[in-house]
């Protein structure tokens, strides 16, 4: 449960803003590059992570990639840096500790229902997808 509302956070402290749209010359409105990923069909919040996600510009985002993007706010909750957020560094100050390794293994499982071709990647619209 504990694991779940750290998931929530994360989304909450990442989600982009609801300003950034889609130029249609491949970028948003907030100057991200939208990664040569067509425009129709896929939203521009869905491109504009990809943009950021996406470290090695391929336009499609591997395992190691979610894990790290999502890892940001794991990273900034571990206050003492010792890989375990206890229950005074997560929201509310309460439930069981969650080590990086867990919490890894939790965005993995997410990262596997999410990839809906299961070619080993998220594309946009994957990522756009409502959770699985």
């Given at each position: 449960?504990?694991?779940?509302?750290?998931?929530?956070?994360?989304?909450?402290?990442?989600?982009?803003?609801?300003?950034?749209?889609?130029?249609?010359?491949?970028?948003?409105?907030t100057?991200?590059?939208?990664?040569?990923?067509?425009?129709?069909?896929?939203p521009s919040?869905?491109?504009?992570?990809?943009?950021?996600?996406?470290?090695?510009?391929?336009?499609?985002?591997?395992?190691?990639?979610?894990?790290?993007?999502?890892?940001?706010?794991?990273?900034?909750?571990?206050?003492?840096?010792?890989?375990?957020?206890?229950?005074?560094?997560?929201?509310?100050?309460?439930?069981a500790?969650?080590?990086?390794?867990?919490?890894?293994?939790?965005?993995?499982a997410?990262?596997?229902?999410?990839?809906?071709?299961?070619?080993?990647?998220?594309d946009?619209?994957?990522?756009?997808?409502?959770?699985?």
């Amino acid at each position: 449960m504990r694991v779940r509302a750290t998931a929530c956070l994360v989304a909450i402290l990442l989600a982009p803003p609801l300003a950034a749209q889609d130029t249609g010359m491949g970028v948003t409105s907030t100057g991200v590059p939208s990664m040569g990923v067509p425009s129709t069909g896929v939203p521009s919040m869905a491109r504009h992570y990809m943009a950021r996600m996406d470290e090695d510009g391929d336009a499609r985002i591997s395992l190691a990639e979610y894990q790290d993007w999502m890892g940001y706010a794991f990273a900034q909750m571990d206050r003492n840096g010792d890989g375990v957020l206890s229950p005074a560094e997560q929201p509310g100050g309460r439930g069981a500790a969650i080590t990086r390794e867990a919490h890894r293994a939790l965005l993995a499982a997410r990262f596997h229902r999410q990839d809906a071709n299961r070619d080993g990647f998220l594309d946009a619209r994957e990522l756009a997808a409502p959770p699985r």
